[in-house]
């Protein structure tokens, strides 16, 4: 029988310098304090991305769609490293051309029942280079969709597509057009 490491989130200063470590299970409430997190949005080929309804049973904003992946940073770990892994981790799929897009992204949001989120959370844009593996983990991802960025983006900032908070901001905030080379 093998436990696993309960996960880590890492506890950031208001000008966002380490100050030690948490429980991720323990992190979000109330009074959630600042950690380190990160966003991802994955394009395919086609210049579609990933969009993600986030699973019924987490802790934050259930059942919102949102951006492609979102987690958080080990202690000692980079945050590309960190985003890398996640989204094998929770879509089953490798990514290529990691680029930070927002890295000095920060947000605060709260949800209906008090719950807390609240994160110096850089964002990233990647491609998927074959799509047809694609296979989220059902604990972490409800829903998947490829939908066209140039519309994706305009409803979002129209107010026509209802997503998470986070993504919102960063939708808003991100350069147009996004820093992904051309495919092929």
Known sequence: MTTSTPELVVLLSEDGTPIGTALKSE????????????????????????????????????????????????????????????????????????????PGFRYRAVMADGTVENEICPVYVARCDDPATLAPDADEVAEHEWVDWTSFRDDVLHGRRDVSPWCVEQVEAMPDPLPLRPPG
């Open 27 to 102: 992190v979000h409430h109330g009074e959630t304090p600042l950690h380190l997190a990160f966003s991802c949005y994955v394009f395919d080929r086609d210049d579609r991305l990933l969009l993600t309804r986030r699973a019924w049973e987490k802790k934050t904003w259930p059942g919102a769609w949102t951006n492609s992946c979102c987690g958080h940073p080990g202690p000692a770990e980079s945050v590309a490293d960190a985003v890398v892994r996640r989204v094998e981790q929770e879509l089953g799929v490798r990514v290529t051309e990691l680029e930070l897009v927002l």
